[in-house]
Structures are given as structure tokens and as C-alpha cells.
């Protein structure tokens, strides 16, 4: 911790603490040691066998630095250095104060249960604040896949899907946004540092390749017997179609919602195997679209977008489906005759066909 206080009851700064003098736990209120090097951070640390729970995990060179520069990237006269919240047993890494808003800033370099983001999420929502998780570099080098990003994701209306990281050695802010999934569930979208740079967060993988890559999924799935992709060719198989012949136009399902943490070809499939059932010349009511998404739900693994509403997991379940009768229509499958009307107007013909066979 960066914060300990003297015999007073006075604030003080490890930086600005002095070795020969006592220094004490906000929370606890046992005796902390001053640890301050030339290879690290000056902080306080507890003695082994400390029962401080509040501040009981150890922290790393890399989180001690962090704190500080975030502390000076938001101004410190606006910043309060791990306040101890007495009411809650938790005690922020940052509280940011400005125009009469308190944000509670967590600065995040190792791994934590969801449970215990759960938890730490409540404690700050019952006290009335928000809290705004910003992830450490080793985040920013891991995160690849919707699964390894699900209980960061935030969602805003100007920055859409969105994560938020901190690099301690370019001592910048980085945030990703308006992120999407590509075929294979991959994240994608855009990079803004706080300097002003702008980049596309990954280059975006080609329509050849997600067809390959999703073949070999579903082959090896079957292949072995893995209970996941078992279940998916149950699920065709009652429905009259096979999940090696996924429709041509569903693998350009992509750009869409992290909603789940699997392929969103895989989820298209299934939902035109079910639009496959209905004769030619059919009105496809809004309803029906949503009763098939629930019927085909048990087969992915949701996101669990923990840092977001109820509300805004719904609207962007809307969203998916959209965009998903948005390319029916653009294929000439659905006409639409009013806003929450359809009619099947044509199948697409051509399933790809695996190769080697």
C-alpha cells in the first residue's frame, strides 16, 4: 500500500515517510514496514502473518507504479490514494472526485475470481459508487477472445464495447473500443492511446480462413466425440440439416456483439437451420426471431458482462439479431415488409462444403 498513518493519526505518503518513525494500517491498525529501494516502489507492506483483509493481498512493482501514475495522469488534486471505506472493508486503489461524481478506480494487473469482482462490484454499488476497472499490461498481451475479455467488457454509446488498460512503461492510457467478434469469436476494433494514436486492434482475419478454421473445429469436435459439438449436430440433426454444411451466407455473420463467448457463424447456422424449416413465402414476425434465439441458447456459452446492466445485455441481444435479419435482407432471404415483418422471400442455396471431402 501507499498510504499508512503515523501514531497522530496522520496521512503520509510512503515517499515521503521516514525510516525510523511508525507508521500504521488505515484499516487494521497494526504497524506496517516501510519498504523503499532503488528497484522499487517506495510502499508499505504488513508483517507476515497479518490478518488485514482490506489489505491483505500483495502487490506487485508493476501495481504500486501504476497507482502512482494514474494518480498524477487524473491529477492529484482530484485523486484520494486508496481511501479506506470503512462502511464497505474495501478501500479503492483511486477515488477520483470531480464535478460532485466519486469514481472508484481499480487498478488491475492479476488474475481475480469472478466471484471476487462480484463481490467488490456490490460492495461499491451499495455504497453508491461507481467503479471502473482498468487492466495492467499483462491483460493487454492476454486478451485475445471474447472468453478472456468477458467480465472486463463495458458498454458505452460513444466507445460501444470497451475495455480500458494502463501500460506503466509508455505511461499512457489505452482504451479498445467499439469492439466486435470476427467468425472464430476473435475480439476486433480499435485502439486509442492516450496520446492521441489511433490503430486497429488486430488485423482481420479472412473469410478463408475462418471457414478453415471452423472446419477443423467441427471436424475434430465430431471426430472425438466432445460433447459440445455432439450436441450441436443433435440439434441439426432434428432440424434437418448437418453442421458441416453451414450456409455460405453464415460466414458472414461477423462484426458482431460479444454476447457469447463461441463462434457467431456457429450461432447464424443454427438460426437459419430453424428459418430453413418454414415454407417459402412465409411471414417472419420479430417474435419468431426472438423465440429462436432462446430455443438455440442452451447450446453457447454466454458472456458474462458483468460490468454491465441488465438493460444494456438486453438492447445488445437486439442488436445481434438485427444485424443478423440485416443480412438475410442484404441477401435478398427476408423482404421486409414492416419493421417487425418479413417475408422468406428465398434460401441461400450453397453450403460450403468442407474440404478434403
Known amino acids: 500500500m501507499l498510504i499508512a498513518r503515523t501514531k497522530q493519526d496522520v496521512q503520509v505518503q510512503a515517499g515521503d515517510a521516514q525510516r525510523k518513525r511508525a507508521y500504521f494500517c488505515p484499516s487494521c491498525q497494526e504497524q506496517v514496514t516501510l519498504k523503499r529501494g532503488t528497484r522499487m516502489v517506495a510502499h508499505f507492506a504488513h508483517r507476515p502473518h497479518s490478518v488485514c483483509r482490506p489489505f491483505s493481498e500483495s502487490e506487485s512493482q508493476a501495481h504500486l507504479t501504476g497507482k502512482w501514475q494514474l494518480a498524477d495522469y487524473f491529477g492529484t488534486d482530484y485523486v484520494e490514494l486508496e481511501p479506506y471505506l470503512q462502511a464497505l472493508a474495501q478501500r479503492p486503489d483511486l477515488l477520483l472526485k470531480r464535478a460532485g461524481r466519486n469514481l472508484a478506480i481499480e487498478y488491475q494487473c492479476s488474475v481475480i475470481p469472478v466471484s471476487r469482482l462480484q463481490q467488490r462490484n456490490l460492495g461499491y454499488s451499495e455504497f453508491g459508487l461507481e467503479v471502473l476497472w482498468i487492466l495492467g499490461a499483462d491483460y493487454l498481451q492476454k486478451i485475445k477472445t471474447v472468453r478472456q475479455a468477458e467480465k472486463w467488457l463495458r458498454y458505452s454509446d460513444k466507445l460501444g464495447w470497451y475495455l480500458i488498460f494502463w501500460e506503466t512503461r509508455q505511461q499512457g492510457l489505452i482504451i479498445w473500443h467499439h469492439l466486435t467478434m470476427d467468425g472464430t469469436g476473435q475480439l476486433q476494433g480499435w485502439a486509442k492511446v492516450s496520446n492521441g494514436q489511433q490503430y486497429a486492434k488486430n488485423t482481420r482475419i479472412t473469410s478463408r480462413a475462418v471457414v478453415q478454421k471452423l472446419q477443423r473445429q467441427v471436424q475434430m469436435g465430431l471426430h472425438y466425440k466432445l460433447p459440445k459439438w455432439l450436441k450441436l449436430q443433435q440439434f441439426c440433426y432434428e432440424h434437418h440439416g448437418l453442421l458441416q454444411a453451414i450456409s455460405a451466407i453464415c460466414y458472414q455473420f461477423t462484426d458482431t456483439e460479444p454476447v457469447i463467448c463461441d463462434s457467431p457463424v456457429i450461432w ?14 412465409s411471414l417472419i414476425e420479430q417474435a419468431d426471431l426472438e423465440k429462436w434465439a ?64
Open 268 to 281: 447464424a447456422a443454427l438460426m437459419t437451420i430453424l428459418l430453413r424449416e418454414r415454407p417459402m413465402g
Open 294 to 357: 432462446m430455443q438455440i441458447r442452451p447450446y453457447f456459452d454466454e458472456t458474462q458482462l458483468i460490468q454491465c446492466t441488465v438493460q444494456q445485455v438486453v438492447v445488445s441481444w437486439k442488436r445481434q439479431l438485427q444485424h443478423y435479419v440485416t443480412l438475410l435482407e442484404h441477401q435478398g432471404i427476408l423482404k421486409m415488409l414492416d419493421e417487425k415483418t418479413w417475408q422468406l422471400v428465398a434460401y441461400h442455396a450453397s453450403p460450403v462444403v468442407f474440404y478434403g471431402q
